[in-house]
């Protein structure tokens, strides 16, 4: 990500969520903020996709593609992390990384949380203008400016009257792999040390495969390269190191399939891309 600007993937995975709402036969998902957290020019983009026009220009033709792909992989991504969500009843939320995540806007599981929205000075500036327009479905945000590679997010938290005293779901979706794996261990330090009994960590991550090559690609042309990627056994043991029991551990076309058979299709080659739940162990677990 540049400095002064907000982060070009968070834009694209918004504009995913909102071409799917109100187009995607899963009944589990919607998402009426999307839209509206998106900047103009982005915002003009989805309309003119959701025109149901498909462009002879060869460029336009590749956009439209792709987001196409982009809405059907946002459906399952954002339906295994709300779903996450809902199970467990923690009194606080936080959000690392939140970009244009809109779950404090439109989920009514989390009338009675507060919602810690963590994230880069540059990406929550714009955001925090256009959320003025959505009613709030959360009891209470708290905006919480940090830069994973630079500030305090032990400090930052703990200034936004986080509690680690109290349970506390985090939400890691779209950072561990712009991290180096150091970076990633220092935050996971600090959720460790801020996660009270009955906390939960929900995390998006890359693990090796084939499509891969083609993601590095991808996001290093935007400015935002992948910088860690982790095996399903590396990220079990390295969330047990600090002290997380793993819950669920799937790709992306296994969690597609069991929403519906058009969505497994759709993400068949998004192996690369996992959700794993894990919960606080308990002090006596080995």
């Not at 600007?5 to 187009?23: D, E, F, K, P, Y």
């Not at 799937?250 to 959700?275: V, Y």
Request: with cysteine.
């Amino acid at each position: 990500m540049k400095p002064g600007r907000g982060s070009r993937t968070a834009v694209l995975v918004c504009m995913g969520r909102a071409i799917a709402h109100g187009s995607t036969p899963v009944s589990r998902y919607t998402d009426p903020t999307a839209l509206a957290l998106l900047p103009d020019d982005a915002r003009a983009r989805v309309e003119r996709y959701r025109s149901g026009v498909v462009p002879n220009d060869i460029r336009a033709h590749l956009e439209h593609a792709y987001l196409e792909k982009q809405s059907k992989i946002m459906v399952a991504r954002t339906v295994a992390i709300d779903d996450a969500v809902r199970a467990v009843a923690s009194p606080q939320l936080v959000i690392l990384g939140a970009g244009l995540d809109g779950r404090a806007w439109r989920m009514p599981e989390l009338s009675g949380v507060t919602v810690f929205e963590v994230d880069h000075p540059d990406s929550q500036r714009d955001k925090r203008a256009r959320v003025a327009t959505l009613a709030q479905a959360a009891r209470e945000v708290r905006f919480v400016p940090v830069d994973f590679t630079r500030g305090s997010l032990d400090c930052m938290l703990a200034a936004a009257g986080h509690d680690p005293a109290r349970p506390t779901t985090w939400i890691w979706e779209g950072v561990v792999m712009y991290l180096n794996p150091a970076d990633v261990e220092a935050t996971l330090a600090i959720i460790e040390r801020r996660s009270a009994a009955g906390s939960r960590l929900i995390v998006a991550y890359h693990s090796p495969a084939l499509m891969l090559r083609f993601v590095r690609l991808l996001v290093r042309l935007i400015g935002e390269p992948l910088r860690s990627v982790f095996t399903p056994g590396a990220m079990r043991a390295l969330l047990a190191k600090h002290r997380f029991g793993i819950v669920r551990d799937e790709d992306l076309p296994t969690i597609g399939g069991s929403l519906s058979p058009e969505l497994g299709l759709a993400t068949q080659r998004m192996k690369h891309l996992r959700i794993v739940t894990a919960d606080r162990l308990h002090p006596g677990h080995a």
